[in-house]
Structures are given as C-alpha cells and as structure tokens.
C-alpha cells in the first residue's frame, strides 16, 4: 500500500501517516521504493489490529 492508500484507510492526511512512521507509531514495514513508501497490506492490517487491542475504548463491553 502506497503511504496515501494507508492515509485514506486510517482518515489521516499522508503526511500525518509519514510522521506517524517517523516517530515509530506507524506501520513499521514499510519500505522505500525510489521516492515513496510502499507498506505489506498484511503490516498495516496487522498494526491496525494492535492499535484496536491497545485502545481501552475498545475493550468495552457492548
């Protein structure tokens, strides 16, 4: 997935997804190829799961 396909999926702009992976918060396998970043859908998929696991809201009762 190409930086502005993560941004849209998680409703950030590209570059808060840039900064996101700057500071270690982001989708970590991402790859540089040329100018860009390319992430495994499998690594931003799995980052999103880790997310909703750590999120207190989450782990409500319904």
Known sequence: MTTREVAA???KTPHAVR????RGTGPSRGRRVGR??????AA???W???L???D?????QR
């Open 56 to 60: 207190p809201l989450s782990m409500r």
């Open 19 to 22: 900064q996101m992976r700057h």
């Open 9 to 11: 999926l998680i409703r």
């Open 36 to 41: 860009g970043v390319l992430y495994p859908r």
């Open 52 to 54: 909703e696991q750590s």
């Open 48 to 50: 999103l799961d880790r």
């Open 44 to 46: 931003v998929m799995e």
